[in-house]
C-alpha cells in the first residue's frame, strides 16, 4: 500500500514538473478549436409553425352541405402536403435559383433534391401523448449554409403547400359538385322520361276510352234505328189491318163505339151520354181517311231518327267524341317540365349548388402563428463549445504524453540499477530544466 502510494505521488509529482509541456499542447488544441470555431462553414436554422385555422374561416366551405373540412382535418392536410416528397421536389424544381448551393456537378436534379429533402428540411409534430387543443400544431425547421436564403425558401415553400392544398381542395369541390349535378340532372331526366311515358300512356287510354264509347254509341245507335224501323213496319200492318176493317164497317172518319149504337135507332130525341171506357178504342175506329193518311205519311219516311229522343242524345256524345280536348291540351304543353312530380326539391338542390362559390382562392385552410425570421446567429459551430472541447482534449493530450514520457524514464532507471540515487535525480533534474 505504501509503495502505491508513492508511485502514485510520483506520478502526479513527474506530471507537474512536465506542466509546461501540458499547457503547450493544451495552448495548442485551444488554438486549433478557434481556428476551426472562426473557419468553419456556418450553418443556420429557421422555423415555422402553422396552427389550425378559425372555425369561421371554414364555415362557408363546410356550411356547402358539400364538402366537410374541420380546421383540425385542414392542418392535417397541410401538414400532408409539407412531408410529401412530390411537393418538396415540385418547389425544388419551380424554384432552382434558391437551391443552387444544393446543385453540385455531376449531380442530376433529384440527387441534388435527395441531398436538400434528408439533411436540411424537418418536419416537427406534437407528441401524440399529449392530446391538448393547444398542442395541435406543425413545426417546420429548414438548416442551411450561409450562401442560402433559408428563410425565402422555408417561407416560401409553407406559402407553396398551402396554396396547392387550397388548389387541391378546391378540385375536389369542383368534382363533388359537378358530380352531384350529373346526379341530380339524371333524376329530374328520369321524371322526365317517366312523365313522358305517363303522359303517352294516358292519351292512349282516353283515345282508348273515346274509340270503345265510339263504338258502343254508334251499336246504340244501329240497334235503335232498327228498333223504330220495326216499330213503323209494325205500324204500317196495324194501319193495314184497320183500314180494311174499317172499310167493312164503312166507317170513314173517326167515330166512337157509342156514336155507333146511336146512329143506329130511330127517333129524334136529344140525348147526351157520356162513355167512360178505360179500355182503348180499336184503331179502325179512326176511319179510312185518317188511318190512309197515316199511312201514306209512314211509307213516304226516309228516317225515323226523329221520333226517338235517345237518337239525338246520341248524336251529341258522338259529335263530342270527335276531339279530345284533354289530349289535345296535354299536347300542345309548351314547358312540360312545370307537370313533373317530385322535382322541386331537385330543382332547388340544382340551384343551390349551381350558386356556390367553389373559388377557393381566399380560402384560409391554416394559421401561420409563426413565419421564418432571420436568425440572429449560426447554430453550428458552436463556438463556446468547440474551444472548451479544444481546451479539454489538448489538456488530455499534454497529459497522456507526460505520462509516457514519465513510464519511458522508469523503464530506463529500472534497466541501469548501478546508477546511483544522486545520478538518477541530477538527470531528472537535468530533463525537468526548461528547453532552450
Not at 444544393?102 to 441531398?115: H, N, T
Not at 312530380?341 to 381566399?362: K, T
Given at each position: ?9 510520483d ?6 514538473r512536465?506542466k ?10 485551444g488554438?486549433?478549436g478557434?481556428g476551426?470555431a ?12 402553422l396552427?389550425?385555422?378559425a ?7 363546410n356550411?356547402?352541405e ?6 383540425a ?8 402536403q ?6 418538396r421536389?415540385s418547389?425544388?424544381?419551380?424554384n432552382?435559383a ?8 455531376g449531380?442530376s436534379?433529384?440527387?441534388s433534391?435527395?441531398a436538400?429533402?434528408r439533411?436540411?428540411i ?5 407528441d401524440?401523448k399529449k392530446a391538448?387543443?393547444l398542442s395541435?400544431?406543425i413545426r ?10 433559408g428563410?425565402?425558401i422555408?417561407?416560401?415553400f ?5 396554396a396547392?392544398?387550397r388548389?387541391?381542395?378546391g378540385?375536389?369541390?369542383k368534382?363533388i359538385?359537378n ?8 333524376k329530374i331526366?328520369?321524371?322526365r322520361?317517366?312523365?313522358e311515358?305517363?303522359?303517352?300512356s ?6 282508348e276510352g273515346?274509340?270503345?264509347k ?5 251499336d ?7 228498333q ?21 164497317m164503312?166507317i170513314?172518319n ?8 146511336d146512329?143506329g ?6 140525348v ?6 178505360n ?6 175506329f179512326l176511319g ?6 197515316e199511312?201514306?205519311a209512314?211509307?213516304q219516311?226516309?228516317?225515323?231518327d ?11 256524345e ?7 280536348r284533354q289530349?289535345?291540351?296535354m299536347?300542345?304543353r ?10 322541386e326539391?331537385l330543382r ?5 349548388l349551381?350558386?356556390l ?16 425570421q432571420?436568425?440572429?446567429s449560426?447554430?453550428k ?14 489538456l ?6 507526460a505520462?509516457?514520457?514519465h ?6 532507471t ?5 546508477l ?7 538527470r531528472?533534474?537535468k530533463?525537468?530544466?526548461p528547453?532552450g
Amino acid at each position: 500500500m505504501v509503495s502505491d502510494e508513492i508511485d502514485l505521488f510520483d506520478l502526479f509529482h513527474s506530471i507537474w514538473r512536465q506542466k509546461k509541456l501540458v499547457i503547450g499542447c493544451t495552448l495548442f488544441a485551444g488554438l486549433v478549436g478557434v481556428g476551426y470555431a472562426l473557419l468553419a462553414p456556418r450553418e443556420y436554422q429557421v422555423s415555422s409553425v402553422l396552427r389550425p385555422a378559425a372555425i369561421n374561416e371554414l364555415d362557408a366551405l363546410n356550411r356547402s352541405e358539400v364538402y366537410k373540412l374541420p380546421p383540425a382535418d385542414a392542418l392535417a392536410k397541410v401538414g400532408a402536403q409539407l412531408d410529401s416528397y412530390d411537393a418538396r421536389l415540385s418547389f425544388f424544381k419551380a424554384n432552382p435559383a434558391l437551391f443552387q448551393a444544393f446543385q453540385e456537378p455531376g449531380r442530376s436534379l433529384e440527387q441534388s433534391f435527395e441531398a436538400f429533402n434528408r439533411n436540411s428540411i424537418k418536419l416537427i409534430l406534437p407528441d401524440p401523448k399529449k392530446a391538448d387543443s393547444l398542442s395541435s400544431y406543425i413545426r417546420l425547421e429548414l438548416q442551411y449554409p450561409t450562401d442560402m436564403d433559408g428563410v425565402a425558401i422555408l417561407n416560401g415553400f409553407v406559402d407553396y403547400a398551402i396554396a396547392a392544398e387550397r388548389e387541391q381542395v378546391g378540385a375536389d369541390l369542383k368534382v363533388i359538385v359537378n358530380n352531384r349535378l350529373t346526379e341530380l340532372k339524371g333524376k329530374i331526366d328520369a321524371a322526365r322520361a317517366n312523365y313522358e311515358t305517363d303522359k303517352e300512356s294516358k292519351i292512349a287510354k282516353l283515345l282508348e276510352g273515346d274509340k270503345l264509347k265510339r263504338a258502343q254509341l254508334e251499336d246504340e245507335l244501329s240497334a235503335l234505328r232498327l228498333q223504330m224501323k220495326m216499330q213503323r213496319s209494325n205500324r204500317l200492318a196495324e194501319l193495314n189491318e184497320a183500314i180494311s176493317i174499317a172499310k167493312s164497317m164503312g166507317i170513314k172518319n173517326p167515330t166512337t163505339p157509342s156514336s155507333m149504337a146511336d146512329a143506329g135507332r130511330s127517333g129524334s130525341s136529344q140525348v147526351m151520354r157520356t162513355e167512360v171506357n178505360n179500355q182503348q178504342i180499336p184503331l179502325y175506329f179512326l176511319g179510312t181517311e185518317a188511318l190512309e193518311a197515316e199511312r201514306t205519311a209512314l211509307q213516304q219516311r226516309t228516317s225515323d231518327d226523329f221520333t226517338n229522343s235517345r237518337v239525338a242524345e246520341i248524336g251529341k256524345e258522338l259529335q263530342l267524341l270527335e276531339v279530345n280536348r284533354q289530349v289535345e291540351v296535354m299536347k300542345r304543353r309548351g314547358n312540360e317540365d312545370i307537370f313533373l312530380q317530385d322535382v322541386e326539391p331537385l330543382r332547388a338542390e340544382v340551384a343551390r349548388l349551381r350558386s356556390l362559390n367553389i373559388d377557393m382562392s381566399a380560402l384560409k385552410l391554416v394559421t401561420i402563428d409563426r413565419r421564418a425570421q432571420e436568425p440572429l446567429s449560426p447554430i453550428k459551430p458552436k463556438k463556446v463549445l468547440v474551444v472548451a472541447l479544444s481546451l479539454v482534449a489538448g489538456l488530455l493530450l499534454g497529459m497522456f504524453i507526460a505520462l509516457v514520457r514519465h513510464l519511458i524514464l522508469t523503464r530506463r532507471t529500472v534497466g541501469y540499477p548501478a546508477l546511483d540515487d544522486d545520478r538518477f535525480t541530477r538527470r531528472e533534474r537535468k530533463d525537468d530544466q526548461p528547453l532552450g
